[in-house]
């Protein structure tokens, strides 16, 4: 042993002597605390959908009812003209027919991330809308309009 680490002797401690780290040590952290003390910073930000992931999604799968169509045909042994024109023309149809539907976010599982925020976002476009908040409207202004108020009253009460 060196540097007096570890045993002077393993004999007896049912050890065979060899030092090491302890890898489940935490070090503790710098004195900075997890989260931000600035709640205007903290604001609740609503995730955005990525456009080409839910523009892929809807494509796939148009295109897996296109092969299935494509498959039961060739099983069928219809001829191979005969096929492409009846698979561009569900093609065709799937695709108008997806631009023109409306979304419904009842049907999404929870892996559809980008499908539920696009749903979650029309959402509460919708009840803005119903409850007739602005647009610009920003949480809390109300609070901050009041508090101005106040101030400028007690100014005025000041100033008499």
Known sequence: MSSNVGLSTPRGSGTSG????N???LKP???????????DSIRH???????????HDKAREIEIKVFDLRDRLEDE??????????????RKKLTTDSNNAKPSARGLKP????????????????L????????????????????ERLRDSVVDKGRE
């Open 18 to 21: 060899y030092v090491q780290r």
């Open 23 to 25: 890898l489940s040590h």
């Open 29 to 39: 952290r710098d004195a900075v605390a997890p989260y931000p003390k600035d709640f």
């Open 45 to 55: 930000r609503q995730r955005q959908p990525d456009k080409e992931i839910l523009a």
């Open 77 to 90: 042994g219809v001829d191979e003209e005969e096929i492409e024109v009846q698979t561009e023309a569900l």
């Open 111 to 126: 892996h559809q991330v980008h499908e539920l925020a696009k749903a979650k976002i029309e959402e509460s476009e919708k």
């Open 128 to 147: 803005r809308r119903a409850l007739g908040i602005r647009e610009d409207y920003e949480e809390g202004s109300h609070w901050r309009k009041q508090e």
